[in-house]
């Protein structure tokens, strides 16, 4: 299937898990947060949260500060 990883297409099996896609793109997941069609996924529910074609993904550092 294919799905939007920060506006760049890119190729994934079916019913793969958020968790999977990360992993599969080789995607920094620690310290990263994740929108899903603008919707953010906490990391817990990555591993249970299916993806489906033409989905947009929009991956990001989170930063401290003040």
């Known amino acids: 299937m294919n ?3 920060n506006d760049v297409s890119k190729e994934l099996p079916e019913n793969a898990s958020l968790q ?3 992993a599969l793109l080789a995607l920094q997941t620690e310290g990263a947060a994740v929108a899903v069609n603008r919707e ?3 990391p ?3 591993a ?3 993806l ?3 989905d947009e993904l929009v991956v990001f ?3 401290a500060g003040g």
């Open 20 to 22: 999977q896609a990360m």
């Open 40 to 42: 953010i996924i906490h």
């Open 44 to 46: 817990q529910g990555w």
């Open 61 to 63: 550092k989170l930063v």
């Open 3 to 5: 799905i939007l990883v």
């Open 48 to 50: 249970e949260f299916i």
């Open 52 to 54: 489906n074609e033409n």
